[in-house]
């Protein structure tokens, strides 16, 4: 999901590269898959209306617009909105609409069951299961969406988990309610403790767990929301569980306990998801002022060091004895408690005094000292 504080550098990225995408004359049903392929499988007729989600300046729409009543994009950028519409106009495509909309955060309402084709392609608009449900109920008859391949995808992978209850249910005879935690920090999880409470009665306990978690991460905003990056300090998640314990260069992009504190994680400019190995070549580029490493993997940890320990030992956080442990939350499943307590620790690191912390939580915490590959209490 696209977060609410980058939408503008977002915009202006698209904006600043938006006369690349105007429409050239190798979008067409002959020369182009994509375009050949929804020909072949929708039946494209002169009755239809489509919709273009991340359009960008419209090619694909324009190319349609040849072949349908009505041909529809929306884009979050309004440079690329504002360069389709003039070649459209320019050339004579009168059966085009282009507007800014930003896929993530509409409800869909507008658009909900009007188009008998509804395509999206290689766009990070349709980014996860949320914004293809929306993508889906905004068509009569098809969908196309075209992403690039990776082991895990948000889009894929939600689907897949719909697809597998739907066959639980068939087989079992039983009620099959899927319910997807995410991080602490995301909606999802408050929508999915609701959702229980309603499915077992307990809507009323339910409501205390979802307005206790919501309270901690607008507790954790408001307190670091209105620091300038340039005033925080640079950090390095490593040792991090996914799919198993990793070790030094096992890192996180978009490390929910960070990202409520609004803290500068340098795993976050990797063109990645989740989980990602680095070399130490580039944890030695980032050179991080702070390093945060989960002491269940330390074995792990050791293993790199002995391998690279003059390098570990150059880094700035190390000379500095700003290492810290971090409790893995982890374990098999995301454990929410555990990544709360992990972030108020963080921020008490980063940003608060570090006697803060206790009064937050309102119990001791037992700090960790990880001094060259080794820890200890």
Known sequence: MLRAGDVQAETAAW??????????????????????????????????????????????????????????????????VELGTAYAAEHGVKNLRLWVRNWHTCDGG??????????????????????????????????FLCKPARR????????KRAVAMEDLAR??????????????????LTDSIALIGDVLGTQEHASAVADAINGWVSDLDRRTKDIPNADK?????????????????????????????HAVNLADELDASDGVEVSMEQILEWDPDIIFLNPGNMGLVNEDY???????DSLSAVKAGKVYAQVNFNY????????????????????LPIGAITSVLGAPLFLWIIFKGRWSR
Do not use: Q
């Open 110 to 143: 507008e658009f909900r069951g009007k188009y008998n084709l509804v395509f999206a392609h290689t766009t990070p608009a349709v980014a996860d299961y949320t914004t293809l449900v929306k993508m889906c109920e905004a068509s009569r008859g098809c969908c």
């Open 332 to 351: 098999y499943w995301c454990n929410m408690e555990l990544a709360i307590v992990d972030s108020y620790y963080a921020g008490s690191i980063i940003v």
């Open 233 to 261: 300090p640079t950090v390095y998640p490593g040792a991090v569980s996914w799919s198993g314990g990793h070790g030094f260069t096992g890192t996180y992009v978009g490390y929910a306990p960070l990202e409520a504190i």
């Open 15 to 80: 904006d600043s590269t938006a006369k690349e995408y105007v429409y050239e004359a190798k979008n067409n049903f002959d020369d182009d898959p994509f375009l050949r392929l929804m020909l072949e499988k929708s039946g494209l007729n002169s009755e239809m209306r489509s919709l273009d989600i991340g359009c960008g300046a419209g090619a694909y729409s324009i190319a349609l617009a040849r072949k349908v009543a009505k041909a529809d994009g929306v884009d979050l950028s309004p440079r690329m």
């Open 306 to 312: 002995a391998a690279n320990g003059a390098a570990i």
């Open 171 to 188: 087989k079992t005879g039983l009620p099959i309610i899927g319910v997807y935690g995410d991080a602490f920090n995301s909606h999802y």
């Open 152 to 159: 895990t995808d948000e889009v894929f992978d939600g689907l």
